[in-house]
């Protein structure tokens, strides 16, 4: 059975995250993806090395299912090499700063020229405007989105998220737009430009807080747990901010992950009430009903975790959904890695890299019926070199005299 984006020619630029993200979600996906490196190849081969010798698990995870090729872009036969590959490429993507690919002296015109069939896609910190010639990082986009001055408690400093909602988040739009081009080229035999910035990625994932600070102007958000409001959407610690009030409270034996995320709803509320032990709760009109909960919302989870922290959190949530009240353990990196039903998903995988040996990373969040993803471990920097010369029609023995020449 064939791959859902098979005999898509993928060129690939990117470094760091933002850019491998995407670009693997393609590979994942059945593209043929070619990782364009520079001589010395992405910084993160070297960067957070846990072994000496061997590519580091962050560039590892970031670029499975993929082909490299070395080239020197600021050499002319280089630049000659880039052209012929930008030929026989359906999309091109890359996450350098601004203007860095136009600088080499290919401008999207002249892509264009060379390929009117190319969709180029561009991941930025910013869009254009006072911040396009900024350079972002993940919690640069994160402060810039909206997601840092929401995110923590309230009497805290804004707080980054674990989630690389900046890098990843942003790539994963990125998959999203270049899917569409693919898409419309079918109807137009046209490329296009395709662009992401970080911030606006970032943006789009904390839309409910520009959501709350609109509802702002009415009133305090009582689903806040917080006692005071200015006129922006402060931090409010682990509530959901959603109309269904949550926050993780304690379970045993107490240690830094031993806590579980319960949600109260209208219908679980009797059934909370008869777990802590005060049944009388679910008719009592000072509880009764969520309009009545919602001024002491801190008051009725400090009687849940009263009860929780008599059990641990997996048995909390085995009473809570035998009950019907959505809840959900913390779960910590050692135990997601670890988890049986994310490696009988695939959503957690082990890839045999021929340098660092056997090592766990993400496997394709997508499921496709028919396109049933391997996940196959990254390229040695160059690997490729000698086949994809050969498919732009160069002798594969030229290699030897490129690299002398500084090449590749």
């Not at 180029?120 to 911040?131: M, V």
């Not at 830094?256 to 949600?263: A, H, L, M, T």
Request: with cysteine; proline share 6%; hydrophobic share 40%.
């Amino acid at each position: 059975m064939g791959k859902a984006l098979e005999g898509v020619r993928v060129l690939d630029m990117t470094h760091v995250q933002s850019g491998p993200s995407a670009t693997q979600i393609l590979a994942w996906l059945g593209a043929d993806v070619v990782k364009l490196e520079g001589i010395t190849g992405d910084i993160t081969r070297q960067q957070l090395r846990d072994l000496p010798d061997a590519d580091s698990l962050y560039f590892t995870m970031l670029n499975c299912n993929k082909r490299s090729i070395t080239l020197n872009m600021k050499s002319e036969r280089g630049k000659e090499i880039f052209t012929e590959l930008i030929k026989n490429t359906d999309i091109l993507v890359e996450n350098f700063a601004p203007g860095a690919i136009d600088r080499m002296g290919f401008t999207w015109k002249r892509l264009e020229e060379i390929n009117p069939a190319l969709i180029y896609a561009s991941i930025k910190g910013f869009g254009p405007g006072r911040f396009a010639d900024c350079k972002a990082y993940e919690v640069v986009a994160q402060a810039m989105g909206g997601s840092m001055s929401t995110t923590g408690f309230e009497d805290g400093p804004p707080t980054a998220t674990g989630a690389q909602i900046g890098d990843s988040g942003t790539g994963m739009h990125l998959v999203a737009g270049v899917l569409a081009a693919l898409y419309q080229r079918v109807q137009t035999g046209r490329g296009q430009r395709v662009s992401v910035a970080m911030q606006d990625a970032v943006l789009n994932l904390t839309r409910v807080k520009l959501r709350d600070q609109q509802r702002l102007a009415h009133g305090p958000l009582k689903e806040y747990p917080n006692a005071e409001f200015g006129d922006e959407v402060p931090r409010s610690g682990n509530a959901s901010g959603g109309g269904q009030p949550g926050w993780a409270v304690k379970c045993s034996p107490g240690g830094p992950n031993d806590y579980i995320y319960v949600i109260v709803q209208p219908p679980g509320w009797p059934k909370i009430a008869e777990l802590l032990g005060r049944p009388e709760l679910a008719n009592d009109p000072d509880w009764a009903t969520p309009e009545a909960r919602l001024n002491k919302l801190d008051k009725m989870f400090q009687m849940i975790e009263e009860w929780t922290t008599q059990h641990d959190k997996w048995a909390v949530m085995d009473i809570l959904n035998a009950v019907n009240v959505p809840c959900g353990p913390i779960l910590s990196t050692k135990e997601l890695l670890e988890d049986e039903t994310l490696i009988e998903n695939g959503s957690v995988v082990e890839v045999d890299h021929p340098q660092r040996g056997l090592f766990r990373t993400v496997g394709c969040p997508i499921k496709l019926s028919d396109s049933v993803v391997e996940v196959l471990p990254s390229p040695a920097l160059g690997e490729h070199n000698a086949e994809l010369l050969k498919d732009i029609g160069l002798d594969p023995s030229e290699i030897d005299e490129l690299k002398e020449a500084g090449v590749m």
